[in-house]
């Protein structure tokens, strides 16, 4: 009896590092950003993240973690924006996550979009705000649902024009200075 309540106490522990959700939050210009994460009550809290520009950062999550998160940019004032939410290892074994634009929705540089890793879909959230895929008023319909327990949250801005885009090589190498 004892090494059955063994194995079972050590499966139990496993289950519960396998099934930890994880974001990879992915900072699309060169603005640092600083995560605040919200738990929900009974939820562990979670220290705030920095995501340097251009740059990306992962964070795990224990099981069954609720709660929230908005960023702030680096020199800003820490103010509530655009939130990403999430409920992993929620009713059926899913994780259910959204943007929401309800707490400030003329937040134009926090959280842009959520999506399973290794899908892309379903997809919440937008690059300009409003649009229908985020949560604009309470009662919108918006949760996404996944059997994934990892997301990838956008931040920042994308360029919107090739003027605005930078060399994704160092200048030596367009210029014939440098050599591949």
């Known amino acids: 009896m004892q090494f059955a309540t063994s194995i079972l106490a050590v499966s139990a522990a496993l289950a519960t590092i396998v099934s930890a959700g994880s974001v990879h939050f992915v900072n699309q210009d060169s603005t640092t950003r600083t995560l605040v994460f919200t738990p929900t009550s009974g939820c562990a809290e979670i220290a705030s993240l920095t995501v340097s520009g251009d740059s990306t950062a992962n964070q795990t999550f224990p099981t069954g973690w609720i709660g929230n998160w908005y960023s702030v940019s680096d020199g800003a004032d820490n103010t509530s924006g655009m939130l990403g939410e999430v ?22 540089n926090g959280v842009k979009e959520m999506f399973p890793l290794n899908t892309g879909i379903p997809l919440s959230g937008c690059q300009t705000f409003p649009c229908d895929n985020a949560y ?10 996944t059997d994934s327990d990892e997301l990838v949250c956008l931040i920042g801005n994308l360029a919107t024009s090739k003027r605005e ?16």
């Open 87 to 108: 409920c992993f290892d929620s009713w059926g074994g899913m994780t259910y996550f959204d943007v929401s634009a309800i707490v400030n929705p003329n937040d134009v």
């Open 136 to 145: 604009n008023l309470p009662d919108d319909v918006q949760t996404q649902a």
């Open 165 to 180: 885009t930078r060399a994704k090589v160092g200048k030596e190498f367009v210029t014939g200075g440098g050599s591949a």
